[in-house]
């Protein structure tokens, strides 16, 4: 089993910044691609972020592109993830949620992965 803790949101303004964190613990590999997905009230689940096994590679959103940066270190038994948010504007406000899926390689498709975690609201004010 696999556990994903998301920390570090919070209120902000418009313009500032957050860094989100996401503790992924348990029977995880390194080998484990990660992603950001969030959800704001009445929209569905969309893809902000996602990084392959190594770093190597990543993906974002058009939306975040150029503002957000994901990022993660692997240790044993346990992968950090992060996802660090500059520029934040109002539609930036969501419950933020990492996920983990059991391949190396990094997807834009949240069907894609297994493991989730509960989510971190940001809010960001105007």
């Known amino acids: 089993q696999v556990q994903l803790v998301e920390s570090g949101g919070g209120l902000v303004q418009a313009g500032g910044s957050l860094r989100l964190s996401c503790t992924a613990s348990?029977?995880?590999?390194?080998?484990?691609?990660m992603g950001w997905f969030r959800q704001a009230p009445g929209k569905e689940r969309e893809f902000v972020a996602a990084?392959?096994?190594?770093?190597?590679?990543?993906?974002?959103a058009d939306s975040v592109k150029a503002r957000f940066t994901i990022s993660r270190t692997n240790a044993r038994n346990t992968v950090y993830l992060y996802l660090q948010m500059n520029s934040l504007k109002p539609e930036d406000t969501a419950v933020y949620y990492c996920?983990?899926?059991?391949?190396?390689?990094?997807?834009?498709?949240?069907?894609?992965?297994?493991?989730w975690g509960q989510g971190t609201q940001v809010t960001v004010s105007s």
């Open positions: 996920a983990a899926r059991l391949y190396s390689t990094a997807s834009i498709q949240s069907h894609e992965y297994y493991y």
């Open positions: 990084i392959s096994w190594n770093g190597g590679t990543t993906y974002y």
């Open positions: 348990g029977r995880i590999e390194g080998a484990y691609a």
